[in-house]
C-alpha cells in the first residue's frame, strides 16, 4: 500500500505511541519517524537532560521544529511526544498531511510501566493524571479516530488498524 498521507500517533506519555507505530510501520512498509528521538538526535542529549539543563520551554520549540519537519513528509508514521498537543501550530503542521490517531489509555494502566525516562512524570508519577485531565480536551480535538488502548496488544492493534483503514478509505489516501 502507498500512502499519500503521514499516519500520526499522540497520546500521553505511556499509551502506546511508539510501540504501535512500529507495528503499523513494519505492517504497512512505511518509514517512521519517532519525534522524541529525533529531538534526542539532534539535541545531542536525552529528553531529561534537555529539560534539566534548558527546561520545557526549549524543549517545546525544538519539538515544534520537529512537528515542521514531520509535516513535510508523506507516507510515514509520526510517533509524538505526549506533549505535541500543546501548541496548536505542531497539530497544523502534522494535520497538514497526516491522519492523527489518539492513543488513549488510562492513567492507571500507564502507572504499570517504567516512567523513569518521562520528565514529566518521572519524579511524580501521579502527575499522569493531571496531564490526562489538561490534555484529554486537545487529544480528542485534534484527533480524526480514537483507540483506545487495552491490555491486549493484539487487540489494541485490531482497532488500530480498522480506526486506520477506515480513515484511509475516507479520506481516500491508499494509493
Known amino acids: 500500500m502507498k500512502l499519500t ?6 497520546g500521553l506519555s505511556g499509551s502506546g505511541k ?9 505492517r504497512y512498509g512505511l518509514s517512521l519517524v519517532d ?7 539532534k539535541a545531542g542529549k536525552s529528553i531529561n537532560e534537555i529539560f534539566a539543563e534548558q527546561g520545557e520551554e526549549a524543549f ?18 509520526i510517533s509524538t511526544g505526549g506533549g505535541v498537543i500543546l501548541r496548536e501550530e505542531n497539530m497544523q503542521a ?9 492513543m488513549d489509555r488510562k492513567p492507571e494502566e500507564i502507572l504499570g510501566e517504567d516512567l523513569s525516562d ?3 512524570v518521572a519524579d511524580d508519577q501521579q502527575r499522569i493524571y493531571r496531564l ?5 480536551p486537545l487529544y480528542v480535538r485534534y484527533a480524526d479516530a480514537i483507540v ?22 475516507e479520506n481516500n489516501t491508499a494509493k
Not at 519525534?35 to 538526535?41: A, G, N, P, Q, Y
Not at 502534522?94 to 489518539?102: M, P, T
Open 118 to 120: 518521562r520528565p514529566l
Open 35 to 41: 519525534m522524541d528521538s529525533e529531538i534526542v538526535k
Open 60 to 77: 517545546r520549540r525544538m519539538e515544534t521544529e520537529c512537528a515542521y519537519e514531520c509535516g513535510k513528509l508523506t507516507g510515514t508514521v
Open 18 to 26: 511508539t510501540a504501535f507505530s512500529k507495528r503499523l510501520a513494519a
Open 132 to 136: 490526562r485531565e489538561q490534555r484529554y
Open 148 to 169: 483506545q488502548n487495552c491490555k491486549a496488544k493484539e487487540d489494541t492493534e485490531a482497532v488500530l488498524i480498522a480506526a486506520l483503514e477506515k480513515l484511509l478509505v
Open 5 to 10: 498521507k503521514n499516519i500520526v500517533l499522540i
Open 94 to 102: 502534522l494535520k497538514q498531511n497526516g491522519l492523527v490517531i489518539f
